[in-house]
């Protein structure tokens, strides 16, 4: 999983996404695309493999791992709830 990982840590430089604008005037293209579909693979892969650690190791760790996936998805939630809403930026 962890190779998995970062193989698709390399495939990033590949799949730049494009501004707002340019998506709205022209479309997306297969580069946002391959950004939306890098960063789905990433997550999963990241959250799998929190959750092995979370298994293999003690009941501290358990605690932070459960912490920290609860905080990526919350964050990750936050973010798709305002990603429809093109005048409004996550980091204002």
Same mark, same amino acid.
């Not at 707002?20 to 022209?26: A, H």
């Not at 190791?57 to 605690?63: S, T």
């Not at 964050?75 to 936050?78: I, K, P, Q, V, Y």
């Given at each position: 999983m962890t190779v998995g990982l970062a193989v698709t840590g %390399?495939?990033?430089p590949f799949a730049p996404m494009h501004l707002?604008? +340019? %998506?709205?005037?022209?479309g997306g293209t297969l580069t946002d695309t391959m950004h939306i579909v890098l960063g789905i693979v990433s997550v999963l892969l990241m %959250?799998? +493999?929190i959750g092995f650690g979370a298994v293999a $190791?003690?009941? /501290? $760790? /358990?605690?932070y791992s459960i912490a920290t996936m609860v905080m990526a998805c919350a *964050? *990750?939630? /936050?973010a798709a709830s305002k990603k429809n809403m093109s005048h409004v930026s996550l980091f204002r």
């Open positions: %390399l495939a990033w707002r604008e +340019v %998506l709205v005037r022209d %959250l799998i +493999v $190791f003690g009941k /501290r $760790f /358990r605690l *964050c *990750c939630s /936050r």
